[in-house]
């Protein structure tokens, strides 16, 4: 069974550019949420799409902004790049929306801004 | 605000002997609870879970105990092997919510 998977593994952009990565879920979860990691810290929240919805937003400027389609996979874009975006950004997928489902993770996409 | 902490960093465990992960979160409103396991190159991989209704949880090798009164929680591992080696994560949410809090990890080694 595929798991969930991310796209481009990795990228490398430039200040003031900006970026597109993409997720596809494990088929038939229909919750897409979207995690920063920087190094030595543990995933953050920043968005969660459920049925096409958005469900949450985390603590992120308005430069980053997504969607998810009729067939549940999902972008992330972030305008306006700033070196402190670089990260890796794991996409994750559940059955549910709610808190007791758990995430099943990507491998992430990981991001260089220079 | 770092609701979920895992305090140390780093652990390190002779192979076969138990290994226990600890976690601290501040939010009372939290009632379910994960352990996420990662390593280089992939994707936080779930290990296991608990919910604020029990106070323990066991999955093979893996137990995870709930303390609500003191907002800990720990993961137990028996017998440590050496495939696990890897960054472990708690994570922390409410029912209603499907947003989760992660804890910084802690890197465990097990050695031979």
């Known amino acids: 069974d595929a798991g969930v998977t991310q796209s481009p593994t990795h990228l490398i952009k430039t200040r003031g550019q900006h970026v597109t990565l993409r997720c596809s879920p494990i088929s038939g979860h229909k919750s897409v949420s979207w995690y920063q990691q920087v190094l030595g810290q543990g995933p953050q929240f920043i968005f969660q799409?459920?049925?096409?919805?958005?469900?949450g937003r985390g603590n992120f400027p308005d430069r980053f902004s997504a969607r998810q389609f009729p067939n549940y996979s999902s972008e992330l874009n972030v305008n306006a790049l700033l070196l402190g975006d670089s990260a890796l950004y794991l996409c994750?997928?559940?059955?549910?929306?709610?808190?007791?489902?758990?995430?099943?993770f990507g491998n992430g996409t990981r991001l260089t801004v220079t | 605000d770092q609701q979920v902490k895992q305090n140390s960093p780093s652990l390190s465990v002779q192979e076969g002997r138990i290994s226990i992960l600890n976690c601290d979160y501040t939010n009372s409103m939290f009632d379910y609870f994960l352990w996420y396991k990662k390593y280089p190159a992939e994707g936080p991989t779930f290990l296991i879970s608990i919910s604020s209704i029990k106070d323990k949880n066991e999955d093979g090798r893996f137990t995870v105990f709930l303390n609500k009164s003191a907002k800990h929680l720990s993961l137990h591992i028996v017998p440590s092997q050496p495939g696990d080696y890897a960054v472990y994560f708690c994570a922390a949410s409410r029912y209603n919510f499907n947003k989760f809090y992660f804890g910084s990890g802690t890197k465990l080694n097990v050695k031979p």
């Open positions: 799409y459920y049925e096409k919805e958005e469900r």
């Open positions: 994750a997928s559940s059955l549910g929306g709610t808190g007791s489902s758990p995430l099943h």
